[in-house]
């Protein structure tokens, strides 16, 4: 399965990306991350790539269509990645969110787990 959903910590989701993703792999995604976002509003996403190679056609579009809808509900995005490639995506897709973003090699998944957990520090005026 190109999408693998493996934890969940209140607004935090963890997801395993390998292969290439297709349409039907958003059936699913899609609604779990809705769910989500109904229940606590913004939310963190960690996205773990292995062995993944993108995306067909009919995925891309259904990423584009997500991407729109959600542009500010994601509050963090921490990618794991194997390439460079999936590091310049990850620079590649800041325009397209409010999400404070960033890339992870895969040897660092212990520290992008601690990324997108850390609470966020309110600044006083």
Same mark, same amino acid.
């Given at each position: 399965?190109?999408?693998?959903?493996?934890? /969940?910590?209140?607004? $935090? $989701?963890?997801?395993?990306?390998?292969?290439?993703?297709?349409?039907?792999? *958003?059936?699913?995604?899609?609604?779990?991350?809705?769910?989500?976002?109904?229940? !606590?509003?913004?939310?963190?996403?960690?996205?773990?790539?292995? /062995?993944?190679?993108?995306?067909?056609?009919?995925?891309?579009?259904?990423?584009?269509?997500?991407?729109?809808? !959600?542009?500010?509900?994601?509050?963090?995005?921490?990618?794991?990645?194997?390439?460079?490639?999936?590091?310049?995506?990850?620079?590649?897709?800041?325009?397209?969110?409010?999400?404070?973003?960033? *890339?992870?090699?895969?040897?660092?998944?212990?520290?992008?787990?601690?990324?997108?957990?850390?609470?966020?520090? !309110?600044?006083?005026?």
């Amino acid at each position: 399965m190109p999408i693998e959903h493996k934890n /969940d910590i209140g607004k $935090l $989701l963890e997801f395993h990306l390998s292969g290439k993703l297709t349409k039907s792999d *958003y059936e699913t995604f899609v609604p779990l991350v809705e769910s989500v976002v109904k229940e !606590h509003g913004k939310i963190r996403l960690l996205v773990i790539m292995h /062995d993944f190679h993108g995306w067909n056609a009919g995925a891309l579009w259904e990423d584009i269509k997500f991407d729109a809808k !959600h542009f500010a509900d994601i509050e963090r995005l921490a990618i794991v990645g194997e390439t460079k490639w999936q590091e310049w995506m990850s620079k590649f897709c800041r325009p397209f969110t409010t999400a404070k973003i960033k *890339y992870f090699d895969a040897n660092e998944v212990e520290s992008a787990r601690t990324w997108i957990a850390k609470q966020q520090v !309110h600044q006083k005026a």
